[in-house]
């Protein structure tokens, strides 16, 4: 009972802190009433994947899926059937990097248009962000933990807009330290990690090697020698290399690769030794120069040719599934210990 009294009160600073964000930002930002809603996570229909409280692997993960939401509004409704359709889309394409090993949770969650969203200062976008997508997210994840989770290990991840609210359930944590003791690892690929919210979550620090626990995993993925800024890179990104799984700044050609995932739905096409990875540490993000970044341009202008964030999962799929097997094993391991 008292748990349940605190989460009431966890939802009702969360209602009263979204309705600031919107008074405050009066006349900047188009949003209908009907997004204002906290999205209600009993029901199944916002969930796009669900074992259930039974599901049959000892580990689960907690994904939280990339931009879809395109339309006239800035934040969209989490029933918007082109975000659902893209959530579908990229649950087959690349959430599906994560089943193998664990069972995957993926609930819907409402979005911000990225390409509003990206065009404003960075405070401004965490302002929004932490508003009507945060929110969502962490309401998903209490439900999750309360309902579905029934005391396994759990690991996170995103990509893109879902890696950034990501960093918000990670923030959540901290007020049930219990959790960490089950927490295996974070994947927030594709938007920006620093040292400065590392410090203010402890005891989170980045990943360093390919099997360290309690640890934020993030890369953003370009071509050599881009100088264009990159939207989803802020000062002080870090990044860890796909490959090799080291923070360096030596080469991993394409050789050492499990190999990419190239396609959507079921048209795919596996490629073994596809791609290279060196961490550019003074842009923080990760270098690939073994394939066509033309084949990762996003249609959004705020992205140019260089900037492969469509390739951050496509590029190292097969990398990243061994990778979160070996984490999970190492977290069995150290409870033998």
Not at 252 to 257: L, Q, W
Not at 258 to 269: A, C, Q
């Amino acid at each position: 009972m008292k748990e349940f009294i605190m989460h009431v009160i966890f939802g009702i600073i969360l209602l009263c802190f979204v309705v600031f964000v919107l008074l405050s930002c009066k006349g900047k930002m188009r949003i209908s009433r009907s997004k204002y809603k906290i999205t209600n996570y009993s029901d199944e229909s916002n969930w796009l994947v669900n074992p259930g409280k039974d599901a049959p692997k000892p580990v689960d993960v907690f994904y939280l899926y990339p931009t879809f939401y395109v339309g006239p509004e800035h934040a969209g409704a989490v029933t918007n059937f082109i975000m659902r359709e893209g959530a579908r889309i990229n649950h087959a394409s690349f959430a599906s990097v994560y089943e193998k090993s664990a069972n995957l949770y993926m609930p819907y969650y409402r979005q911000m248009n990225a390409d509003y969203l990206l065009t404003l200062p960075p405070k401004d976008q965490e302002r929004f962000m932490r508003g009507i997508p945060g929110i969502d997210c962490i309401n998903a994840f209490i439900y999750y933990i309360d309902h579905y989770n029934h005391g396994r290990p759990f690991i996170l991840a995103g990509h893109s807009q879902g890696s950034n609210t990501l960093l918000y359930v990670l923030e959540y944590m901290r007020t049930r330290p219990e959790l960490m003791q089950r927490f295996i690892a974070a994947y927030a690929i594709g938007y920006t990690v620093t040292d400065e919210f590392l410090r203010k979550n402890p005891p989170l620090k980045f990943a360093t090697g390919p099997t360290d626990l309690q640890v934020v995993v993030s890369w953003n993925t370009e071509s050599p020698g881009l100088t264009v800024p990159n939207p989803v890179v802020n000062p002080g990104a870090l990044a860890i290399n796909p490959i090799s799984w080291t923070t360096d700044e030596t080469h991993a050609p394409k050789e050492d690769s499990k190999g990419s995932r190239i396609g959507l739905i079921t048209n795919f096409e596996d490629r073994p030794h596809h791609a290279d990875a060196q961490v550019n540490k003074e842009r923080g993000v990760v270098v690939c120069s073994t394939v066509d970044p033309r084949d990762y341009k996003l249609p959004s202008s705020l992205f140019e040719v260089g900037i492969m964030h469509a390739g951050d999962y496509a590029l190292y799929y097969y990398d990243l599934q061994q990778n979160v097997a070996d984490r999970i094993a190492a977290y069995f391991n150290s409870k033998k210990n």
